[in-house]
């Protein structure tokens, strides 16, 4: 396909490609320093004391779980309009996903009302994920659980969109603001080691548990063993291999360097297509943009999702942008509606009402002042048309 502009673009450049062929050159490629630099410089970005660098988010997420006491039979609560990640990582470990309504149309993130109304005696955690890049409401789940005398229950962010992210009151940032958080470096992300990911925790305890998780629950590593620091090693967790290796944390920590421009790059290309729609106000009546109305702090602008106007069928629009070379794609048909969770019933009003309008536009770094001009142009002449 020839397109004019692609959903994302991946920024990559010759320091990542030195930082990578020095890994192959030094002899020793998987986790050993290079993984701890990158845990050390992630955990000092997001402001936390630890994080543990993992093979991919949905496996952090799983690990997370686990760590937080998540086990067969227990509920977790957690939003429908995620990646199904979220809840695919909860039914690996035998726990029933409890799906909670997004808070409005403009706040795409999980109601925290919602979230702590699904809270039954059977919840061991609740999940918020910060959609699209925005904070959900931390805060306000944290106070919810504390006034209901839950404070058992774990709160764990999903922070596949969010490195580098802002809490709502800017006092933090998102994977400092739960128990534990789990991010994603996977290639269409703000920060990619192309598969990769990083739990995030302040907590001590639940940092050895981590890393007990993500390597079989040996109590030491390869890398010790051959710095001479161990001979041997006991299993005290029954646990799966989610490490990392050293050329995904050697590009991880360039890229990382990258982050805080890329991210604010995003916010401009956010700011011209606010303008670009806004100038075009009159043909594009009835298109809704999330995350405009409210305060949702400094996000890290993963993606920009706009909702179709009521009533317009998704398909034909995404088509004729297609044809005008032009690559959307939908944020996330909710978890609820996919077969495989038929069995876990969910009333969730607001994200039925908002799933069949949700589009995403091209949206990263590199992405011009012209593009979002033939993105905005295209979904003009789409809507023009129906
Ligand atoms: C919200 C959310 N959670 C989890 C994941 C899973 O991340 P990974 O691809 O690193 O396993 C993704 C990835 O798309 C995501 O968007």
């Given at each position: 396909?020839?397109?004019?502009?692609?959903?994302?673009?991946?920024?990559?450049?010759?320091?990542?490609?030195?930082?990578?062929?020095?890994?192959?050159?030094?002899?020793?490629?998987?986790?050993?320093?290079?993984?701890?630099?990158?845990?050390?410089?992630?955990?000092?970005?997001?402001?936390?004391?630890?994080?543990?660098?993992?093979?991919?988010?949905?496996?952090?997420?799983?690990?997370?779980?686990?760590?937080?006491?998540?086990?067969?039979?227990?509920?977790?609560?957690m939003p429908a309009?995620?990646?199904?990640?979220?809840a695919?990582?909860?039914?690996?470990?035998?726990?029933?996903p409890v799906f909670a309504d997004?808070?409005?149309?403009?706040?795409?993130?999980?109601?925290?009302?919602?979230?702590?109304?699904k809270?039954?005696?059977?919840?061991?955690?609740?999940?918020?994920?910060?959609?699209?890049?925005?904070?959900?409401?931390?805060?306000?789940?944290?106070?919810?659980?504390?006034?209901?005398?839950?404070?058992?229950?774990?709160?764990?962010?999903?922070?596949?969109?969010?490195?580098?992210?802002?809490?709502?009151?800017?006092?933090?940032?998102?994977?400092?603001?739960?128990?534990?958080?789990?991010?994603?470096?996977?290639?269409?992300?703000?920060?990619?080691?192309?598969?990769?990911?990083?739990?995030?925790?302040?907590?001590?305890?639940?940092?050895?548990?981590?890393?007990?998780?993500?390597?079989?629950?040996?109590?030491?590593?390869?890398?010790?063993?051959?710095?001479?620091?161990?001979?041997?090693?006991?299993?005290?967790?029954?646990?799966?291999?989610?490490?990392?290796?050293?050329?995904?944390?050697?590009?991880?920590?360039?890229?990382?360097?990258?982050?805080?421009?890329?991210?604010?790059?995003?916010?401009?290309?956010?700011?011209?297509?606010?303008?670009?729609?806004?100038?075009?106000?009159?043909?594009?009546?009835?298109?809704?943009?999330?995350?405009?109305?409210?305060?949702?702090?400094?996000?890290?602008?993963?993606?920009?999702?706009?909702?179709?106007?009521?009533?317009?069928?998704?398909?034909?629009?995404?088509?004729?942008?297609?044809?005008?070379?032009?690559?959307?794609?939908?944020?996330?048909?909710p978890t609820h509606q996919?077969?495989?969770y038929a069995d876990v019933p969910a009333s969730l009003p607001?994200t039925d009402?908002?799933?069949?309008?949700?589009?995403?536009?091209?949206?990263?770094?590199?992405?011009?002042?012209?593009?979002?001009?033939?993105?905005?142009?295209?979904?003009?002449?789409?809507?023009?048309?129906?």
């Open positions: 396909m020839n397109w004019k502009v692609t959903l994302t673009d991946v920024t990559l450049g010759e320091e990542e490609a030195l930082a990578a062929a020095d890994v192959v050159r030094s002899g020793w490629l998987t986790q050993g320093e290079r993984v701890a630099a990158f845990e050390a410089d992630f955990a000092a970005m997001v402001g936390v004391p630890h994080a543990v660098a993992v093979n991919n988010c949905t496996v952090g997420l799983e690990v997370a779980y686990d760590a937080v006491g998540v086990v067969a039979g227990d509920e977790v609560v309009l995620t990646f199904v990640a979220t695919n990582a909860a039914r690996r470990l035998g726990a029933t997004i808070t409005t149309d403009d706040d795409l993130c999980v109601d925290p009302s919602d979230v702590l109304a809270v039954t005696a059977k919840t061991r955690a609740v999940v918020l994920v910060h959609y699209a890049g925005f904070a959900a409401d931390v805060a306000a789940v944290r106070a919810g659980l504390a006034a209901m005398g839950r404070a058992d229950v774990a709160i764990v962010e999903d922070c596949a969109h969010a490195p580098g992210a802002g809490s709502r009151d800017g006092a933090a940032r998102c994977g400092a603001l739960g128990d534990v958080a789990a991010f994603s470096f996977f290639s269409n992300k703000n920060m990619t080691t192309g598969e990769g990911g990083m739990i995030t925790t302040r907590s001590a305890e639940l940092d050895r548990a981590l890393r007990l998780l993500r390597a079989h629950g040996m109590t030491t590593t390869t890398w010790d063993r051959h710095r001479g620091h161990a001979f041997t090693y006991d299993v005290v967790r029954v646990a799966t291999n989610a490490r990392m290796d050293e050329i995904r944390a050697a590009i991880g920590r360039i890229q990382l360097g990258r982050l805080a421009d890329a991210n604010r790059r995003r916010g401009v290309v956010r700011g011209w297509y606010l303008d670009a729609i806004a100038r075009r106000a009159e043909e594009l009546e009835g298109l809704g943009i999330p995350f405009s109305a409210g305060h949702y702090g400094e996000g890290s602008q993963h993606l920009f999702v706009v909702l179709l106007p009521a009533g317009v069928d998704r398909a034909p629009v995404m088509a004729s942008m297609r044809a005008a070379g032009v690559q959307t794609s939908v944020h996330y048909p996919f077969s495989a607001r009402a908002v799933a069949a309008r949700l589009l995403t536009l091209p949206l990263g770094p590199a992405i011009t002042a012209a593009q979002v001009a033939i993105v905005i142009d295209a979904l003009a002449t789409a809507l023009a048309a129906r």
